[in-house]
């Protein structure tokens, strides 16, 4: 189907030739131009013959010639030049499901589009996929695809995800793998669903897709406190997080030994819900999971340690800062204090662990604290003047926290500006000691 054209950049090579608004972009090179996949892949020769529809329904082809870098110009009514694919699966442990009322519209939506796998990264299901997406996807070689898999049992996957074509979908692992594209999968794991003797089964068959699998994330199933008329689920206690962790291990050193990879990671949240210290840093390789909270917490170790190390500022040096984050990374960021404060004796450095009442206190990482509980939280302590919080707290534009709470609702209730910091720990050192 066309795609209608919002915008055509001036001296564009697509305004060269004619090309307007409100025209409706047809096909490049003869191929029928969808979405943005099809637009990105196609237009990147030197040498294009663009098909578009003038608004009198003229159709016309004219010869556009580029650098093979330069883009024709084109502006679209939305970045996937076509609606967003909505998740057609009712997990059992949807994080959206669990969410409270009231929340802005964005939230709710629960995406599960192939095109934001292989543009931003995301993970998808499959379940949205066609054949003909499969082909496309081989077509034009697009790598890593990152798969949501849970399971590779199909009628437990099917049970998990409550979608009939959830455990059909699979094979579609097959097809991609033996195209040569690499894969990225994740299992959410759920006590008593598919750990235990699936999780085994899972690792199993999905060693089967090597070379093509390069990675597989064990995180745990989040819950929070808004669970009404949901499906019963356990948090991992600390023994159960520490099978769970075994199994990986184990299936992770034979890997290791066979294909010089451990392929298989359980996240940090494991760790530290068994109580265990993170692995050290050659065991996470070349952080292949780290978006999905794996070796997170020993990369920004590490990056700290390494800038403490470079820093040549004199030991006398004085500073305050105060920092704010979820109580699962609170142990981390109180070592770092340790650290600076042996290091600077003039230095102080406060650390707020915050408890997330506004989801719940099972939930402790960083990404899903609000405005709201920083305030309640905070109010009233001697934050001096900067409080740094992590980026993840913050939508994407950061300005707003999850709770619509923005950035100077919370600098002007606590008194403080806010520095928000990236997930490096070469930054959060900059940040702390930054008026020095």
């Known amino acids: 189907m066309p795609v209608k054209i919002t915008a055509v950049l001036k001296k564009s090579p697509a305004a060269k030739k004619g090309i307007r608004e409100n025209d409706m972009l047809v096909a490049i090179n003869g191929h029928a131009i969808r979405d943005v996949l099809d637009y990105q892949f196609y237009a990147q020769d030197a040498k294009l013959h663009v098909t578009f529809r003038n608004a009198k329904g003229h159709e016309k082809t004219v010869t556009v010639k580029k650098d093979e870098s330069e883009d024709l110009g084109l502006e679209f009514e939305t970045y996937l030049m076509d609606k967003q694919q909505h998740c057609k699966n009712k997990c059992v442990f949807c994080f959206i499901d669990q969410m409270p009322p009231g929340m802005r519209d964005t ?12 543009l931003f990264g995301n993970y998808i299901t499959l379940t949205n996929l066609t054949d003909a997406d499969v082909d496309r996807i081989i077509e034009m070689h697009i790598s890593p695809v990152n798969v949501s898999v849970h399971t590779m049992n199909p009628a437990l996957r099917v049970a998990m995800m409550k979608n009939p074509h959830a455990g059909e979908s699979l094979r579609m692992l097959r097809r991609i793998a033996d195209a040569g594209i690499r894969l990225n999968t994740q299992l959410v794991l759920c006590p008593g669903l598919n750990d235990g003797d699936e999780l085994v089964y899972s690792l199993n068959e999905l060693e089967k897709l090597y070379p093509a699998l390069a990675s597989i994330a064990a995180v745990p199933v989040g819950l929070t406190k808004y669970r009404e008329k949901l499906p019963h689920l356990e948090e991992y206690t600390p023994d159960g997080a520490r099978r769970v962790i075994e ?7 034979r890997c290791k030994e066979q294909y010089g990879s451990r392929l298989a990671y359980a996240a940090d949240e494991f760790y530290l819900k068994a109580g265990l210290p993170l692995p050290d840093e050659d065991y996470y390789e070349d952080y292949p999971q780290i978006e999905n909270g794996v070796g997170l917490w020993k990369s920004l170790e590490c990056e700290f340690q390494a800038a403490l190390d470079a820093c040549d500022l004199p030991d006398d040096t ?9 109580t699962a990374s609170f142990p981390l960021l109180r070592s770092f204090k340790a ?3 042996g290091r600077f004796p003039n230095g102080k450095v406060d650390v707020y662990a915050i408890e997330n009442d506004f989801f719940g206190h099972s939930i402790t990482v960083a990404g899903l604290v609000t405005g709201q509980d920083l305030i309640a939280q905070l109010k009233g302590k001697d934050l001096r003047g900067r409080l740094l919080i992590p980026s993840v707290m913050l939508r994407a534009e950061g300005d707003v926290f999850l709770d619509d709470v923005s950035v100077e609702d919370v600098e002007r209730a606590l008194g403080v500006s806010l520095v928000v910091v990236n997930n490096d720990g070469a930054e959060l050192l900059d940040a702390i000691i930054a008026e020095q």
């Not at 939230?107 to 292989?118: E, G, H, P, V």
């Not at 199994?247 to 050193?253: C, K, V, W, Y």
């Open 318 to 326: 004085a500073f305050a800062a105060a920092m704010a984050t979820g």
């Open 107 to 118: 939230l709710y939506f629960k995406d599960d589009d192939a095109r934001l796998s292989f």
């Open 339 to 341: 650290l600076l404060e």
């Open 247 to 253: 199994t990986i291990d184990a299936f992770g050193r």
